[in-house]
């Protein structure tokens, strides 16, 4: 992937802050997160999409629907507090 101007990198971050996605299947690198969904925190000026999949990291894939596929609002199943790392986290047991 080419790194993006300023220009570009501003247009990936209008187009996929705040999405829900999914990583596209057949990508070997990535296949850790198949069937996860994912909420795009950001985009970086490197042109990747930080996403966060709801288990305390946020991970950098590329800003590209070669890589990300959003998700319609009914396949959306993204829990923002799965994690443990909430401001005040529910009491585990």
Do not use: C, H
């Not at 829990?79 to 529910?90: F, G, V, W, Y």
């Amino acid at each position: 992937m080419k790194f993006p101007s300023f220009d570009d990198a501003e247009a990936l971050k209008a187009e996929w802050t705040d999405k829900y996605v999914r990583v596209r299947e057949g990508v070997p690198e990535y296949t850790r997160f198949a069937g996860m969904v994912g909420r795009v925190v950001t985009v970086n000026y490197g042109g990747r999409a930080l996403v966060d999949f709801a288990d305390g990291a946020w991970y950098d894939i590329p800003a590209t629907a070669a890589f990300l596929e959003v998700v319609t609002a009914a396949d959306v199943k993204f829990d923002a507090t799965a994690n443990s790392a909430q401001k005040l986290p529910t009491r585990q047991s």
